[in-house]
């Protein structure tokens, strides 16, 4: 594995690529490439209005940016799902398949979805 793949790996999927075999699934999140704020000015009347606009315009912004690389992740076989308002996606697969997805230019990092334990607040 390259350094430039581990990279974009948070430690506990390093871990994993390290332990695993090749076919064992995992699932990850993959933070894409924001693709920025538009400077474009929402023409809305009303508050539902403008916030149903803005939505559009991110779908958009982030269809046009992300388009190949939802394409790529299909094509590795790792059913993408989400990516469609913010730049995350949930990818579940073979270990070897995110290997190669963290190649992709439009991925900018990834992180193992593991369960954690929530610790309650002292009274």
């Given at each position: 594995m390259t350094?430039?793949?581990l990279a974009k790996?948070?430690?506990?999927?390093?871990d994993k690529f390290n332990s695993a075999s090749s076919q064992e699934v995992v699932k990850v999140v993959l933070a894409l490439i924001d693709?920025?704020?538009s400077s474009d000015?929402?023409?809305a009347t009303t508050a539902t209005e403008y916030r149903?606009?803005?939505?559009n315009r991110r779908r958009h912004?982030?269809?046009l940016v992300h388009t190949e690389t939802i394409k790529s992740l299909k094509l590795l076989h790792l059913n993408p799902k989400g990516g469609q308002v913010t730049t995350t996606v949930i990818v579940e697969g073979p270990i070897a398949a995110v290997e190669e997805a963290l190649k992709l230019p439009g991925v900018?990092?990834?992180s193992l979805d593991c369960e954690f334990e929530l610790i309650r607040p002292l009274k």
């Open positions: 350094p430039s793949v790996a948070d430690p506990l999927l390093a693709p920025g704020a000015h929402v023409h149903i606009a803005l939505t912004q982030i269809a900018r990092s990834a």
